[in-house]
């Protein structure tokens, strides 16, 4: 591609194709005949889920959200551990290295597809050392800005930025996550200069944004942990259309800046050699606890995101593709981590 914008715009373009790709896959293969006696006992005792950022971020809520349900499912406790830092890679880190027996896995948000493009030397290879267990969720990010400051369309953001750059500032989750990429993309469409303000994950940037810290915020409305029509105004939605669920919130290409689409997006991992009869049953339980009606309601009505609920091959092909896209915006920004 010539250039991020123009990759941004095959996202778009493939939006379609990849939300086929998640419904159409095949069921997961079946598990061997032959497993570990430990791997057909399981699960051996309590589940360890990793959030890799720290609480009242998107990744928290929803784990919290989807943990009495697996508890009830699997029949043992299911503990939610945060292991925030460096942009969730620290907690990622730690589920790398875990034991391969099933016991521990991790929630992965939008930026563990440009973590190795962000640092290679991160410890961890973002596709070699985990299976891919489900796609949980997508939502379109909000572009926000505290009800304290004067801007009610995109276009008058713009006007401001334009009429003094380095002047506007915005917070997001972190350096290089789809927040921070999809703003990048914004400046380079439209010649303007924001500040880019990165922050320890939702929580953090929730907090500061209501408290008007930045002119504006950028994050999922889960991300933004209820802030948003309290103390923040919604501007545009990152998403190829607009949300079922904010319906009368205008996309950017609505607001007159095409070419900016982008979806922020949390998949469940595990380590690397866990036998597939073990995934299997942990994607099952997974797929059971999505499937109730109350469930879905909090997460898609409360939380604003759209429940995917993948096959394992089916979130194996979006994180290639995920990591190939992003990972070049990185390049071709230079983007890199303060």
């Given at each position: 591609m010539a250039g991020p914008a123009r990759g941004l715009g095959r996202v778009r373009d493939s939006r379609m194709q990849r939300r086929s790709l998640l419904l159409a896959a095949p069921a997961f293969a079946a598990a061997p005949a032959r497993a570990p006696a430990w791997a057909q006992a399981w699960p051996a005792g309590p589940i360890r889920l990793i959030a890799p950022f720290p609480p009242g971020g998107s990744v928290d809520t929803i784990l919290r959200l989807l943990a009495p349900s697996l508890q009830a499912g699997l029949g043992v406790p299911v503990v939610v551990e945060n292991r925030s830092g460096a942009a969730g890679a620290l907690g990622t880190a730690a589920a790398a290295r875990a034991a391969p027996d099933g016991q521990s896995w991790v929630l992965v948000f939008d930026s563990h597809a440009t973590a190795n493009a962000l640092n290679p030397q991160l410890g961890f290879d973002a596709r070699r050392d985990f299976v891919p267990v489900m796609l949980v969720a997508t939502a379109p990010m909000l572009l926000t800005t505290p009800l304290g400051r004067p801007w009610t369309s995109l276009a008058a953001v713009a006007a401001a930025a334009r009429a003094?750059?380095?002047?506007?500032?915005?917070?997001?989750?972190?350096?290089?996550?789809?927040?921070?990429?999809?703003?990048?993309?914004?400046?380079?469409?439209?010649?303007?200069?924001?500040?880019?303000?990165?922050?320890?994950?939702?929580?953090?940037?929730?907090?500061?944004?209501?408290?008007?810290?930045?002119?504006?915020?950028?994050?999922?409305?889960?991300?933004?942990?209820?802030?948003?029509?309290?103390?923040?105004?919604?501007?545009?939605?990152?998403?190829?259309?607009?949300?079922?669920?904010?319906?009368?919130?205008?996309?950017?290409?609505?607001?007159?800046?095409?070419?900016?689409?982008?979806?922020?997006?949390?998949?469940?991992?595990?380590?690397?050699?866990?036998?597939?009869p073990?995934?299997?049953?942990?994607?099952?339980?997974?797929?059971?606890?999505?499937?109730?009606?109350?469930?879905?309601?909090?997460?898609?009505?409360?939380?604003?995101?759209?429940?995917?609920?993948?096959?394992?091959?089916?979130?194996?092909a979006f994180l290639d593709q995920q990591i190939a896209e992003w990972g070049k915006v990185v390049r071709d920004r230079g983007i890199t981590v303060d």
């Open positions: 003094k750059p380095d002047s506007v500032t915005y917070g997001t989750v972190g350096a290089g996550s789809l927040a921070h990429l999809t703003m990048e993309v914004w400046q380079q469409n439209t010649g303007l200069r924001l500040v880019h303000v990165p922050y320890r994950g939702g929580g953090p940037l929730a907090a500061a944004a209501a408290a008007g810290e930045v002119d504006l915020a950028i994050a999922s409305r889960v991300g933004l942990g209820g802030q948003v029509g309290t103390r923040l105004r919604a501007l545009v939605q990152s998403g190829p259309r607009r949300s079922a669920a904010l319906p009368d919130l205008p996309t950017f290409a609505e607001a007159g800046f095409p070419g900016v689409v982008a979806e922020a997006f949390w998949g469940m991992l595990g380590p690397a050699g866990i036998p597939a073990v995934t299997a049953r942990f994607h099952a339980a997974l797929a059971a606890a999505l499937a109730e009606p109350e469930l879905r309601r909090k997460l898609e009505e409360g939380q604003g995101v759209d429940v995917v609920a993948s096959t394992p091959k089916a979130f194996a």
